[in-house]
């Protein structure tokens, strides 16, 4: 018991380390840096969407300066080919004029990779992330390349620029564990933020955090326990963003087409762990399943004609689930 | 782990002080239900008396059917499970206790569930089962207060029996409808009907009632045809039969000052002498009666008819006819009609009272004289403006106010009923043989 507390310690301890030092660049959004956070400790990624100059970019550099990991930048275009993110074949040429196939790796070789609005690629490029998210490996031809973890992508997309993109498909949304919204800061942070970018002495971060430990952290999140009451709450949780279940709400019958899937709960419960831990509990809570139901959830509802023609936010409709799901009941 | 029984322990004392508010809510619900039933036996019981096994046959029943739902609410009322969810929002404690229990009832091996359960225990010793479910007053309890003053007021307060009274005139009334007199009564009456109907059915007593023979209306069958439309005249006149009595009862009194009684007779023992000897024998007075009327006046009154006018309370009426316009022989014929008169006692309350009704009246010394203007008016059928057809029943009124006369008891208006009702068939069947003459 007392290395677990010792662990929790430690968790917490360097998590809010992480906040501190990318606080000292990002101004608010902290409900984004802790996603992010969440994120990388639960093994998933993270996709950002927000308008441009809230400072995706700004806060996805921040973190990689704060960590201790590789990272690369992927401007995703148009154009932008599978090869250009994972790495191609190059025909090599000994001194003796031999000429041999070397594999080039791509920018995907690193531990944490911003796509840079992503959805302005075509599906076949963003297609070219699928297996590195959820394998965290890369194929070419016949080798498969592990990729080193920890591994996280960041992906940003605009969404008001909807002309010349191509939206994320269902397979690839549902890789990233988060989707955060970034929103328009307040009139203080917008002091805040001048204030940091308009002098001589810009704030600078430190590293204080390394790939190790973060696997450290890993494994700590996965050691808290989740009672079997608590796990089905956010089983149903889930199940009622199907408008086919019982446990559906008005609003999911009638703007639903598809609902979360099995990586939403793994979502739910994984974050649930993580904000316990951060809470100074080894139990999970429902509240700690509810407060990641947004973020974890949001891009995994699918909403039908109904729903898009009436511009139907996602989160109205997740947000009726939690006003009118019951709380977690004997099992 | 000795943790566990910590966690428990905080349930069941949670479980305890749930189940003990709902106790008290149970009791208090089961005083206000038998305060009620109560409240009502005894109002029950102060207004008319209630018998002991009656109220218990009540009671009883609800009190047993309040106990089983009272011992099984509390049975099913709060599991540990709700214990532990009531803990966890009571106090805010993450699902703490409500995970804790579940890890107890489904163990695992690990460094983490039992830190878990250890933190478990420490939160659940600092907790204190009265704050989290604080014991709570039972509803209802004004209304359950006011419902037991009521039934105790009600059993020990002097309150007035209301509906004794009523109970108690209603007792009498029935024993009075059961005393002999009025059975002697009842019994007489319909004897009196009876004998009515034997003498309408008696062959002889027809003989007499029937209209003369076809020979006989030679010589005085035009008249009797007028005598009727006259006598239907003279009972067209009285809308009221009491007011109509009263006009014959002062053309009386201008002829028969020396002797009112007479008008009275209903029973020929109470007769004075003078009248008794001129009737000695009820028979054969009507039998001389009778004849006289078709020897001297040549006209013949029809039997029926003059039964009709007796029963009717006209009996008065038709003896001036038979004075005045029939002659001789109506008188003697009137005198038979007193000698049944007396025989009709049923309606000897209601002639007397008409008859003490009249006396009261001013005598109008020339309402003897215009009454036989009337009367002579009507009696000659060439004068007459009444139609045959409107003279209305003389019987319905009379009946109509004997039946609303308080003085007639309920049982005899039926046999009141029966009688009229006979006579009116009686007068229709004499009505379809007149209709039958030429």
């Known amino acids: 018991m007392i290395e677990a507390e010792q662990q929790i310690g430690t968790f917490q301890e360097r998590f809010r380390r992480v906040q501190n030092e990318i606080g000292k660049v990002i101004v608010g959004n902290e409900d984004v840096i802790e996603g992010i956070l969440i994120a990388l400790l639960a093994g998933g990624h993270a996709l950002l969407e927000g308008v441009p100059g809230l400072g995706k970019t700004k806060l996805v550099h921040t973190l990689a300066d704060v960590l201790h990991l590789d990272f690369h930048r992927i401007q995703f275009t148009p154009d932008l080919m599978p090869a250009d993110i994972i790495g191609t074949n190059v025909v090599h040429e000994t001194a003796d004029g031999d000429r041999y196939l070397d594999f080039q790796r791509g920018p995907i070789f690193a531990q944490i990779i911003l796509a840079d609005e992503i959805n302005r690629a075509t599906p076949k490029t963003q297609s070219a992330l699928l297996e590195a998210m959820q394998e965290n490996s890369v194929s070419v031809g016949n080798d498969t390349f592990a990729l080193d973890q920890p591994f996280l992508v960041l992906a940003t997309q605009n969404p008001l620029e909807m002309e010349g993109t191509y939206p994320l498909p269902e397979a690839q949304l549902d890789r990233f564990l988060f989707k955060l919204k970034l929103e328009f800061p307040s009139v203080d942070n917008l002091h805040d933020i001048i204030d940091r970018t308009t002098q001589v002495d810009a704030p600078q971060v430190s590293t204080v955090l390394g790939g190790d430990e973060i696997l450290e952290m890993r494994a700590t999140v996965r050691s808290v326990p989740i009672a079997r009451p608590i796990q089905d709450y956010a089983i149903r949780l889930v199940l009622a963003t199907h408008p086919e279940f019982e446990e559906a709400v008005d609003e999911t019958r009638r703007y639903v087409r598809y609902g979360a899937g099995p990586r939403a709960v793994q979502a739910l419960v994984l974050a649930g762990k993580i904000h316990a831990l951060m809470d100074d509990r080894v139990h999970v809570s429902a509240d700690d399943i509810r407060r990641v139901a947004l973020p974890a959830m949001r891009h995994r509802v699918l909403l039908n004609f109904e729903g898009e023609a009436d511009r139907v936010d996602p989160d109205t409709i997740l947000q009726a689930i939690l006003d009118n799901l019951p709380g977690p009941r004997e099992n | ?317 038709q003896m001036e006819l038979g004075e005045e316009e ?44 215009e009454e036989e203007e009337k009367e002579e008016l009507v ?54 043989e007149e209709g039958r003459r030429p």
Not at chain 2, 73 to 87: V, Y
Not at chain 2, 208 to 236: K, T, V
Not at chain 2, 342 to 358: D, F, I, N, P, S
């Open chain 2, 1 to 317: 782990m000795s943790v566990r029984p910590s966690v428990t322990l905080l349930l069941r004392a949670l479980q305890a002080r749930v189940r003990s508010n709902a106790l008290k809510q149970e009791i208090v619900d089961a005083l206000l239900l038998t305060g009620a039933i109560g409240m009502l036996l005894a109002g029950w019981n102060a207004t008319m008396p209630v018998s002991m096994g009656l109220a218990w046959a009540w009671l009883l029943p609800v009190l047993v059917m309040v106990a089983i739902r009272a011992a099984l609410r509390m049975r099913m009322a709060f599991p540990l499970w709700k214990a532990a969810r009531s803990a966890d929002e009571g106090d805010a404690l993450q699902d703490e206790m409500t995970s804790a229990y579940w890890f107890e009832r489904h163990p695992e091996e690990g460094e983490w569930v039992d830190l878990h359960l250890s933190r478990a225990q420490e939160t659940a010793a600092g907790l204190d089962p009265r704050r989290i479910v604080p014991s709570q007053r039972p509803e209802r309890m004004g209304a359950t207060a006011g419902c037991l003053v009521g039934a105790l007021a009600f059993v020990l307060l002097p309150v007035p029996r209301v509906f004794e009274p009523m109970v108690d005139r209603l007792s009498d009334l029935a024993a009075e409808l059961a005393q002999p007199e009025s059975d002697d009564l009842v019994a007489e009456l319909q004897e009196t009907t009876d004998r009515e109907d034997d003498e309408f059915e008696d062959p002889e007593r027809q003989d007499r009632l029937m209209l003369p023979e076809p020979d006989e209306q030679e010589s005085g069958g035009q008249n009797a045809l007028e005598e009727q439309e006259q006598e239907g005249d003279s009972e067209a006149q009285p809308e009221d039969p009491e007011g109509s009595f009263m006009e014959a009862e002062e053309g009386d009194q201008g002829e028969q000052d020396g002797d009112p009684q007479e008008m009275q007779v209903d029973n020929p023992e109470e007769l004075p002498e003078s009248e008794g000897e001129q009737e000695p024998d009820p028979n054969e007075s009507q039998q001389e009666g009778q004849g006289e009327s078709t020897e001297e006046s040549g006209q013949t009154l029809p039997a029926g008819e003059e039964v009709f006018l007796q029963q009717g309370g006209e009996e008065i009426e």
């Open chain 2, 379 to 432: 009696t000659k059928a060439e004068d007459s403006r009444i139609d045959f057809r409107e003279v209305s029943r003389p019987d319905e009124a009379a009946l109509q106010e004997l039946l609303q006369s308080e003085s007639v008891p309920w049982e005899y208006r039926q046999i009141v009923l029966a009688y009229f009702k006979a006579l009116r068939e009686r007068d229709n069947q004499k009505d379809e």
């Open chain 2, 326 to 369: 029939v002659g001789h022989a109506t008188r003697e014929g009137g005198e038979e009609l007193e000698l049944e008169l007396g025989e009709l006692e049923t309606l000897e309350v209601q002639l007397q009272r008409e008859l003490l009704a009249a006396e009261e009246l001013p005598e109008d010394p020339e309402a003897p004289e």
